[in-house]
């Protein structure tokens, strides 16, 4: 089973940014894609990015796509979401996972049995 911890998130300001970041214990990163969802109470959960393993596009919700950039580090493993011009309508938990691929669209992001959703780090955008 692979425990993901998502953190980074915090309270910013519209426009503001944040980075999130993304890691599991003991275990690299490399040999999965990656995906990032968010969600929020009484909503469903929205995938909103994904890096493949190696290579490949990634891939963004039409919601954040110019305003958010996923990466990875691969030298430690962990994957970043880099969050820009943030709104209020961005706040929500945000969520990583592991999957074998990204899929065409996001989602299409189908997490492996042993890598789903994390704990969660909060996100908040408000004046």
């Known amino acids: 089973q692979l425990q993901f911890v998502e953190s980074g998130g915090g309270s910013v300001q519209p426009g503001g940014s944040l980075t999130l970041s993304c890691a599991a214990s003991?275990?690299?990163?490399?040999?999965?894609?990656i995906g990032w969802s968010r969600q929020t109470p009484g909503k469903e959960r929205e995938v909103i990015s994904c890096?493949?393993?190696?290579?490949?596009?990634?891939n963004y919700a039409d919601s954040v796509k110019g305003r958010f950039t996923i990466s990875r580090d691969k030298a430690n493993g962990t994957v970043y979401l880099q969050m820009n011009s943030l709104k209020p309508e961005d706040t929500a938990v945000y969520y990583c996972?592991?999957?074998w691929g990204c899929g065409y669209y996001t989602h299409d992001f189908d997490p492996l049995p042993f890598a789903s959703w994390g704990q969660g780090t909060q996100v908040t955008v408000s004046s």
């Open positions: 996972a592991a999957a």
């Open positions: 890096m493949p393993s190696s290579g490949g596009v990634t």
């Open positions: 003991g275990v690299t990163l490399d040999l999965y894609a």
